[in-house]
């Protein structure tokens, strides 16, 4: 089930996020970060997560052995994390990606199935120009 506040805009340290559909087994969201930016370290307990890019360059990064380097996608890339694995986008440039949620085992989408464990962050402040 929806509710317009689903579909609302959400401010993030690092950019906007809004979900454009929610369905019973499937959640499509847009994201547009900054570059600097970076998203929690978080998973969702009962969903898959698809980042497909629509323009700019994030980096996804896991707690597993890519943690230092990630997964770099670019425009058009796309890349899935598993159901419980932890995960954080780090925006390299603005990028414009949108979010795919695939619910597992028989649950349905919830706006609420999701664990941070480390928070993220904000671009740094650009200096004005002198």
């Keep these: ?70 997964s770099r996608l670019l425009a058009l890339d796309s890349y899935t994390v598993s159901a419980g694995v932890p995960h954080r986008m780090v925006f390299v440039k603005d990028t414009v990606l949108h979010e795919l949620y695939v619910a597992v085992d028989g649950y349905p989408i919830e706006m609420g199935d999701i664990v941070r464990l480390e928070p993220g962050w904000e671009p740094p402040c650009k200096q004005p120009s002198e």
Excluded at 9 to 28: E, I, P, R
Excluded at 44 to 50: D, I, S
């Design 1 to 70: 089930m929806t509710t317009d506040n689903q579909f609302q805009q959400n401010q993030k340290l690092w950019g906007v996020s809004q979900h454009l559909f929610v369905g019973a087994n499937t959640d499509l969201a847009i994201a547009y970060g900054k570059a600097g930016g970076a998203s929690s370290l978080h998973y969702h307990a009962h969903k898959h997560n698809t980042f497909v890019v629509l323009s700019g360059e994030v980096v996804i990064r896991k707690t597993t052995s890519d943690m230092a380097k990630g």
